[in-house]
């Protein structure tokens, strides 16, 4: 089967316009962070390397009132990047 220049030429574009596509959308994905009600969400793993704490820091923070944070119903915590940054300006 032969295939003529013009007709390989449209494919490869309609090939390569198909890659754009895909790198966009996972562009998009890879820079969307968790947010809630516009505002970005941390996960403990984010906030330990952010601070350089422990785990246990973390949950101490936690149980004292020092960072307010949100738990999902699978036990994960959330917390505000601004209650974070103000952890920061007041703590560190």
Not at 7 to 25: L, N, Q
Not at 52 to 57: A, E, F
Not at 63 to 74: E, R, V
Not at 77 to 88: E, F, G, Q, R, T
């Amino acid at each position: 089967m032969n295939i003529d220049r013009e007709t390989f030429i449209a494919w490869m574009e309609r090939i390569m316009d198909r890659f754009d596509m895909s790198d966009k959308k996972i562009e998009r994905l890879t820079t969307q962070r968790n947010c809630l009600d516009g505002e970005q969400l941390l996960d403990n793993q984010d906030l330990m390397l952010l601070l350089k704490v422990s785990p246990r820091t973390l949950q101490r923070y936690r149980a004292k009132g020092i960072l307010s944070y949100i738990k999902l119903d699978d036990g994960r915590c959330y917390y505000k990047a601004s209650d974070v940054h103000k952890l920061i300006r007041e703590r560190f």
